[in-house]
């Protein structure tokens, strides 16, 4: 008996690292996908990037910004389609100035797993570039929830909340890439 109790305490404690480790990639995933220009190797074009940013939540999530500062700047998007407007409004010809760099670092890791529900908090520190030579470093809060649905780990909120923005200097970089050649072949 002792055994079985001991093989079944290991099972959960796997279970736990193996939902944690998935929820990190799916993390660093969505930050990945959200970087421009676009990393990931064969996206054709910005609503390719938005349908694999998509894939990462479920059909019910929502997306947020909130604070003071973000309530009125993001505002709140609920299930895919409104999501996938929300990003529209990043990226593409609809965005001017355009968004020539944007690179997102994540810190401060918590993830919390319960069953087959979790949530993560980080902080994530990001440069924008834009076309106009504007520049900022962005840092927010994040702090999202996630469900496993049949067997896969989705987002269900992304929730984003203001620490502070600060311009930099007018053509702030120097160098940056047009495309990203990292995951080619």
């Known amino acids: 008996m002792a055994n079985d109790a001991t093989i079944a305490a290991l099972i959960d404690r796997i279970e736990v690292l193996e939902a944690?480790?998935?929820i990190r990639r799916i993390q660093a995933r969505?930050?990945?996908?959200?970087?421009?220009?676009?990393?990931?190797?064969?996206?054709?074009?910005?609503?390719?990037?938005?349908?694999?940013?998509?894939?990462?939540?479920?059909?019910?999530?929502?997306?947020?910004?909130?604070g003071e500062y973000y309530d009125n700047q993001f505002g709140r998007a609920e299930g895919h389609a409104a999501i996938r407007a929300h990003f529209e409004s990043f990226w593409g010809e609809k965005r001017d100035p355009a968004l020539l760099l944007n690179a997102h670092y994540l810190t401060s890791e918590q993830i919390h797993v319960d069953g087959h529900e979790a949530t993560g908090q980080w902080i994530h520190m990001q440069p924008w570039l834009f076309s106009d030579g504007r520049s900022l470093l962005?840092?927010?809060?994040?702090?999202?929830?996630?469900?496993?649905?049949?067997?896969?780990?989705?987002?269900?909120?992304?929730?984003?909340e203001n620490v502070f923005i600060s311009s930099l200097p007018q053509n702030f970089a120097e160098t940056y890439p047009t495309t990203s050649v990292l995951m080619r072949p």
């Open 20 to 22: 944690e480790a998935e």
């Open 30 to 66: 969505y930050m990945f996908l959200c970087d421009t220009p676009c990393p990931e190797f064969g996206v054709r074009d910005d609503a390719h990037r938005i349908d694999l940013i998509l894939d990462l939540y479920a059909v019910d999530a929502v997306w947020e910004g909130v």
């Open 138 to 160: 962005r840092s927010s809060r994040l702090n999202n929830a996630f469900r496993k649905i049949d067997g896969t780990w989705k987002i269900t909120r992304t929730r984003t």
